[in-house]
């Protein structure tokens, strides 16, 4: 059995046809592909912001890590100068606390020099007292009367 052979003209208008099928759905995808680029811009413009804003902050962290990084080498740095502080006032309270012990052994002697210290204060306030006194009689002495009138005896007495 012999297929049968169909008739060009009817291949020619079944060909035409879906030729102009096909030039429809080519213009349907053409208007799908314009609807959809302002969208596509849409997008890419997103993209590019965001791509951006990705770049911003890989930034902005490696600042923050290098900030970190100074700050974690600032207070190892304090740690290690409080420790030594540390260290020092240890010291510090042990040399105190033996100079403590010496001077409560001394403690009489320092209550000794200090009573002494008041009685000659007490001794030498006394004495300036008398020294103002006799400053102020041989002043009023010198202010006489009798003392000008015999100053010329004293001047022949010196020579």
């Known amino acids: 059995m012999k297929p049968e052979i169909p008739d060009p003209s009817e291949l020619v ?3 035409r046809h879906q030729l102009i099928l096909a030039q429809v759905r080519i ?20 993209l590019r912001t ?20 100074g700050w974690q ?11 030594h ?21 001394r ?16 001794e030498s306030t006394k004495r300036l007292g008398q020294i103002g006194q006799l400053a102020a009689e041989l002043r009023a002495l010198q202010s006489s009367r009798s003392w000008r009138w015999t100053a010329w005896l004293r001047a022949l007495a010196g020579r």
């Open 73 to 83: 080498d600032q207070f190892e740095q304090l740690r290690t100068l409080q420790q």
């Open 85 to 105: 502080t540390q260290q020092e006032l240890a010291s510090a309270r042990t040399a105190l606390d033996a100079v403590r012990q010496e001077s409560a052994g």
């Open 27 to 46: 213009m349907e995808l053409e208007d799908e592909r314009d609807s959809l680029m302002p969208r596509l811009a849409g997008l890419e413009q997103l």
């Open 13 to 15: 208008s079944r060909l």
């Open 50 to 69: 965001a791509q951006s804003l990705a770049d911003q902050k890989l930034d902005e962290t490696s600042h923050l890590e290098r900030v970190l990084a």
């Open 107 to 122: 403690g009489d002697v320092i209550a000794r020099l200090a009573t002494a210290m008041a009685a000659l204060q007490a």
